[in-house]
């Protein structure tokens, strides 16, 4: 009889390392565990500064009381990047609407002038939409986004470890122009979007590395781990990051670490959620090759998983184009219209 997961295991990340640098062999060993039975897992112990996550979630929380018609100045259609304000109930999840409102967010960089046409991720480089009237808002994301890069670097690193690589074996697909991805979530109760049918965000999977979750107290993150029908909720715990592994390092490890299925509910009426997702995650050209499992943990290796309607592609760039198409449509149709329609006609 498989064992049940009933749990979310909490780690403390302030205990990763010894006296001389090197991995905490306990702290590499409890990390490999939940990442492979789980899939995900909280941390404590990362440095933030006093008061920053809060005082993000207030910042947030601010500017989606925001009339409309302010918010919908940084509308995501007006971005070939899927960057900036994502209207309440227009993005996807398994075809119905999500009962959210967003503000998505990745590096500033200025737009490729040149993109081959075999490979249109490359369009995913370029700028971001912030408010320039409310300036705080992009001030306390980007440096949220920069401890995040910080934190994810050091869990990959220590996920090598764990895998019996050295710590910095996925160091070279995030050198230079990493591609990373920040959210800004505002949740709402199912009656405000009818369509959602109570869904915040529908089952999926991450598509990059590592993702790191900044929620408030509200809660309704529920986690399917693998090869179980049972859900479990992620508790809101204060001072605590929640963390899953995306769809690159399931493909990496044939399956010994899997991207976990989970969902949002949508919050009770009259009730708002926020939330923070950062997926750590590396260049758009990058292709991520399986890696050597020592024996003992490829016998355990599960295979990558197998849906036909989201097939998993070792192209980063090429594996989060494809979810960002499916997820915004209107986004897609104006800035991939070639894309879009060699899908359709596959």
Not at 44 to 58: A, K, N, R, T, W
């Amino acid at each position: 009889m498989k064992n049940v997961v009933t749990e979310i295991p909490v780690l403390d990340i302030s205990t990763s390392r010894n006296a001389d640098g090197s991995f905490n062999e306990d702290f590499v060993s409890a990390l490999r565990d939940a990442a492979h039975r789980v899939g995900f897992f909280q941390i404590v112990g990362y440095s933030s500064q006093d008061g920053q996550d809060q005082e993000l979630l207030d910042t947030i929380a601010e500017f989606f009381n925001k009339p409309v018609e302010q918010k919908i100045k940084l509308d995501n259609r007006n971005s070939a990047q899927f960057r900036g304000y994502t209207r309440m109930g227009t993005e996807i999840t398994r075809g119905r609407a999500d009962a959210r409102e967003q503000i998505d967010y990745g590096p500033e960089r200025d737009t490729l002038a040149v993109v081959p046409a075999d490979k249109p991720y490359l369009n995913l480089q370029g700028p971001n939409q912030f408010p320039e009237d409310f300036p705080q808002l992009e001030e306390r994301a980007m440096a949220w986004a920069e401890l995040m890069n910080k934190t994810g670097h050091e869990l990959l690193s220590a996920i090598a470890v764990g895998l019996g690589l050295s710590e910095d074996h996925f160091d070279e697909p995030f050198a230079k122009t990493p591609s990373w991805m920040g959210k800004l979530v505002h949740y709402v109760s199912g009656d405000v979007v009818p369509e959602s049918g109570n869904q915040g965000v529908g089952l999926h999977a991450d598509y990059g590395f590592v993702t790191l979750l900044l929620q408030d107290q509200v809660g309704g993150l529920q986690v399917q781990p693998y090869g179980q029908e049972e859900w479990i909720e992620v508790p809101p715990t204060p001072g605590a990051l929640v963390v899953n592994l995306g769809e690159m390092l399931e493909v990496a490890t044939d399956g010994y670490l899997m991207a976990t299925i989970h969902r949002v509910i949508a919050p009770p009426a009259g009730v708002d959620r926020y939330s923070v997702p950062f997926f750590y995650s590396p260049r758009l050209d990058a292709v991520i090759d399986k890696v050597q499992l020592p024996e003992a943990l490829a016998a355990d290796a599960r295979g990558v998983s197998d849906d036909p309607e989201n097939p998993m592609l070792a192209s980063y760039g090429a594996n989060v184009l494809k979810g960002w198409l499916r997820a915004h449509p209107q986004t897609a149709a104006i800035h991939y219209p070639e894309v879009v329609k060699a899908k359709k006609s596959a």
